[in-house]
């Protein structure tokens, strides 16, 4: 009965003596991996372009909350025919309710998410902000670790 209690305490020892190994092992695999990882905040005004990429510039137009709908519209200076992605978009409402991403856009008037080179006027919507402010961002990630988030200031 003795021997069984030792084997058992032994074995429990073992048990957390690997638990502490492999959380250790864990910490410095999350240390290394996030390492470098960066957040930077810009703006994006209605005065200048802001650079979001090395094709894509962005400027602030203008925004309007209706009952049905929120929608922002902005120019993008493009270098030459691409395509945008919406899924870089996002209406952040406060910390209670979830962020919008934006499911259509168009383009110079048409349903469309291709640019051509030059300026483009983009006009995107979703649903509108419930009785709070409403701030519209932009995510890039213009290299592993590194994002950079854009917040749209159109007044």
Not at 57 to 66: D, F, G, H, P, S
Not at 70 to 85: E, I, N, P, R
Request: charge should be positive.
């Amino acid at each position: 009965m003795k021997s069984n209690q030792v084997w058992l305490k032994r074995l429990s020892l073992l048990l957390v003596a690997v638990l502490l190994v492999w959380l250790a092992y864990s910490k410095l695999r999350v240390n290394k991996l996030y390492q470098n990882f960066q957040v930077t905040q810009e703006a994006i005004t209605k005065k200048d372009y802001t650079r979001i990429s090395q094709k894509l510039e962005i400027k602030a137009l203008r925004e309007q909350v209706t009952r049905k709908k929120y929608s922002a519209t902005f120019l993008v200076k493009a270098k030459g025919a691409c395509k945008l992605s919406l899924s870089q978009f996002y209406l952040y409402r406060g910390n209670q309710e979830a962020v919008d991403q934006f499911t259509d856009a168009k383009v110079d008037g048409q349903n469309s998410e291709r640019l051509k080179k030059g300026i483009n006027q983009v006009t995107i919507t979703t649903d509108p902000p419930e009785g709070q402010t409403a701030v519209l961002y932009l995510l890039a990630n213009p290299e592993r670790g590194k994002f950079i988030k854009y917040q749209f200031e159109f007044s």
